[in-house]
């Protein structure tokens, strides 16, 4: 989930209105301009635009990144967002970006100030607001972020929460700032990081989660706002954007490094391994079992049972004699379907005392 970031450069005397009277005596419902691009995103534009009458707002206008190839055919796609609002008949607007350095940049701010915006709503919208951008809507722009901040600043906050052992996650709606994911906080919602959740489930409990938090901080925005918290840096962390060498197993690491590895990079970009120079997809393991520890090398096939495949890992924390063991319950071998250990195991796979390795070679 992509994270926008606003960048200082250039003055403005358009200064965000957060006067609780304002907002209070304001006439008719509050214009929303909407700005997001995934599906995370278009949950909470669906959401509002449900709840339009109840929550006394009229989106305006949907702002989405520009339409990308997509499939093997490289057709251009439209965004989860964009097909939404095409569904409701909302304008949508998709510039490349907002700079004023470049003339398109100058023609997309001024074609946000002709919808008057009092509030913009941006939610994993991956293109950079600039703060000349950010004080256009009247009561400024709120960021609807996957995580508890300051936990998890940047791209890829549901993905580092998994890969780091974090015991709960959250939503946060932030009041939006020239700093990446620096702003006040408005409202936060907390949710537990169950022990099967991966990035995708992760990811769509997230996305319900944050399209009720945003309806209940826009139906008494001048509270909210009112009651907004400074971020704690000193607590900050950077969600880095996940790149596809993240995937591959080191299973020199205990099994519980690697059994977040499986949970956080899935679907993408998921973790593989090396099996006699071919690459396998290991889609997903059991909960590791302290109890189950072994002598054999990191990468070893100890058993191919019917409910798990149990590979030896490295030595943890914990232990510094015997190695710990992952159990795998699904693989995916090159140029094949995704296969239980089960429908392994009687397809004789793998054999036990088989090697799975770093690389290739």
């Known amino acids: 989930m992509d994270s926008t970031a606003a960048v200082l450069d250039d003055p403005s005397s358009n200064d965000v209105v957060t006067d609780v009277a304002?907002?209070?005596?304001?006439?008719?419902?509050?214009?929303?301009?909407?700005?997001?691009?995934?599906?995370?995103?278009?949950?909470?534009?669906?959401?509002?635009?449900?709840?339009?009458?109840a929550l006394n707002i009229e989106i305006v206008a949907v702002y989405s990144q520009p339409d990308r190839k997509a499939g093997r055919g490289q057709k251009l796609s439209a965004s989860a967002v964009k097909e939404v609002a095409l569904?409701?008949?909302?304008?949508?607007?998709?510039?490349?970006?907002?700079?004023?350095?470049?003339?398109?940049?100058?023609?997309?701010?001024?074609?946000?100030?002709?919808y008057h915006p009092d509030v913009m709503v941006v939610a994993a919208y991956g293109l950079i607001l600039p703060t000349g951008v950010l004080t256009i809507p009247v009561f400024g722009c709120l960021n609807i972020h996957g995580s508890l901040l300051p936990r998890w600043r940047g791209a890829a906050p549901i993905h580092r929460a998994l890969l780091a052992g974090d015991a709960e996650t959250g939503i946060t709606i932030m009041q939006?700032?020239?700093?990446?994911?620096?702003?006040?906080?408005?409202?936060?919602?907390?949710?537990?990081?169950?022990?099967?959740?991966?990035?995708?489930?992760?990811?769509?409990?997230?996305?319900?989660?944050?399209?009720?938090?945003?309806?209940?901080?826009?139906?008494?925005?001048?509270?909210?706002?009112?009651?907004?918290?400074?971020?704690?840096?000193?607590?900050?962390?950077?969600?880095?954007?996940?790149?596809?060498?993240?995937?591959?197993?080191?299973?020199?690491?205990?099994?519980?490094?690697?059994?977040?590895?499986?949970?956080?990079?899935?679907?993408?970009?998921?973790?593989?391994?090396?099996?006699?120079?071919?690459?396998?997809?290991?889609?997903?393991?059991?909960?590791?079992?302290?109890?189950?520890?072994?002598?054999?090398?990191?990468?070893?096939?100890?058993?191919?049972?019917?409910?798990?495949?149990?590979?030896?890992?490295?030595?943890?924390?914990?232990?510094?004699?015997?190695?710990?063991?992952?159990?795998i319950t699904t693989l995916q071998f090159a140029g094949s379907k995704p296969v239980t250990a089960e429908q392994i195991c009687h397809g004789n796979q793998l054999n036990d005392g088989d090697q799975f390795t770093n690389n290739s070679n």
């Open 176 to 327: 939006m700032d020239k700093g990446l994911d620096t702003g006040d906080m408005l409202y936060k919602v907390s949710c537990a990081i169950e022990v099967g959740d991966s990035a995708a489930s992760l990811h769509d409990k997230l996305a319900e989660l944050g399209a009720t938090a945003i309806s209940t901080v826009l139906q008494d925005l001048s509270h909210y706002q009112a009651q907004a918290t400074a971020q704690d840096d000193n607590e900050a962390n950077y969600a880095e954007k996940l790149v596809k060498t993240e995937g591959g197993i080191d299973w020199t690491q205990p099994a519980i490094v690697i059994e977040r590895q499986i949970r956080g990079l899935t679907p993408w970009p998921g973790a593989y391994t090396f099996l006699d120079g071919q690459r396998v997809k290991v889609l997903a393991s059991l909960p590791v079992n302290d109890t189950q520890q072994t002598e054999s090398p990191a990468g070893t096939i100890i058993s191919v049972g019917r409910k798990a495949i149990l590979v030896a890992c490295g030595v943890d924390g914990n232990n510094d004699q015997q190695a710990s063991t992952l159990a």
């Open 87 to 114: 569904a409701h008949d909302i304008p949508v607007e998709q510039p490349a970006t907002f700079k004023k350095s470049v003339t398109e940049g100058i023609a997309a701010r001024e074609i946000l100030r002709t």
């Open 22 to 53: 304002t907002i209070n005596n304001r006439l008719g419902p509050l214009r929303v301009v909407f700005a997001g691009t995934p599906e995370f995103a278009a949950t909470s534009l669906e959401a509002l635009i449900r709840q339009q009458d």
